[in-house]
């Protein structure tokens, strides 16, 4: 060993620290960078769960006294679906130990005619709320699932301290009228997704959350409050929302792993879900929308031209060029879709694009694109039910977990975004089939909610 090489032990010592910064130098360059790029692709909020799923490993998720007051509350685990629908009776729920359904009000703002009687479709939605107390079902009930509807149906705007008022004043009727009926309120819905939240902005958001959550406060009884995102930037919309915390009793997570993107191929993601919605809220945690497609594969080029074909075209670009030819063909939804314009468009050739393009054109084939899976679950009602019991499991091994609602009830017989009935991307995510018998499903989940106790 020449003299040169040797070194002290405090050069060793200061050589080691050099090495150890260079290295979390290119691993914060390499985050950043990878986190950028990612977010190009839209896919930030996967990254940010994951972010928090690191930290959340270095912390606990154990119960708190607020998730003990919590099941207290709701009677302990919350065991539900979304959209009961016409076979949510009360044995086919009961046998699947079913205690809670998860339903929109059919109106939340305005709930009074002139006269001080209730409007129509509140009446409705009160009479459904009855009928489920009747039933013996726990109702988990969604206020304003719909910003945008909020906005342009009814005229309430967070963004003015007049709007603001108006908006108070609509929740604590709401809370009012409702309370005696239902065990768990939800405000607004994956607020996160600009779909549902435009034209607000998370901030306006969650400010409407906020204050909404506010005004239940005080008059709520035993009901809980809480607000539920998404993994695109529930985290974000939570981060928004601290000021209001304690007004808040749960925080929901609406996950479709392997179905509307092609990155979360693992279950484990799931872990890492909660994990960083618990490190971000530090409340309860409630799964408010949970599911697999039962259906739904790739097509072909040669069975995408016979679609185009069923339409009167010999290609995609014909098609674009005779754009409304192909939109006066398409089922009713989902002309009025483009008429309400939830599809922004200035120009024949945008809308044309537009819906050659993402999700649309996934509903104008009527397929699943290749890449949109978890892996070792098919797109099968076998492949749903195995997805659905062992995601069960993950949930269970985490105490703040109090309870999960099922994305959904019943197979719908048409996609509700396009109207075809044999699209598969919102058709096939039910416990029974369109006829109202079990699939895999509704054994899966009998079995695993059997098994999920406090
Ligand atoms: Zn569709």
Known sequence: MTKAKKLSAKQKAFRAVLIFLSCLFFLFAFCCTGKRIARLYGVGGVLDFADSAVVGLFGDCKATDEVTALKQKTGGILKGVCHPAQYGTKEILETAHIEWVRIDAYQ???????????????????STLQYHQSQGSKVLLVFSANMREAYYQYGYDIRTEEGTKAIQKAAKDFILEVRDYVGAVQVANECDVARFSAPFTIEECAKFIGVVMETFYEYKKDVVIGYNGTPINLIGLTECLQPWMRYCDWVGIDAYLGCFEPLSKSLSLVDGIVRGVWNAAHKPVIITEYGYMSSGEPKTKAEKEAVLKEYGFHSVQDAKNNIWKLIEQLPITFQERIASGVIAYSSDKEL??????????KHLFRELESGYYVTGYEHTPEGQADFLRDSIEIFKKYDVVCGAFIYSMVDAASCYYCGFDDCPLETGWGLLNADGTPKPSYYAIQKAFADWND
Request: charged content about 25%.
């Open 352 to 361: 044309a694009d537009t819906l050659f393009s993402g999700e649309h054109e």
């Open 108 to 126: 939340s703002f305005d709930i009074y005619e002139e006269d001080g009687s209730y409007s129509p479709l509140f009446a409705y939605t009160l």
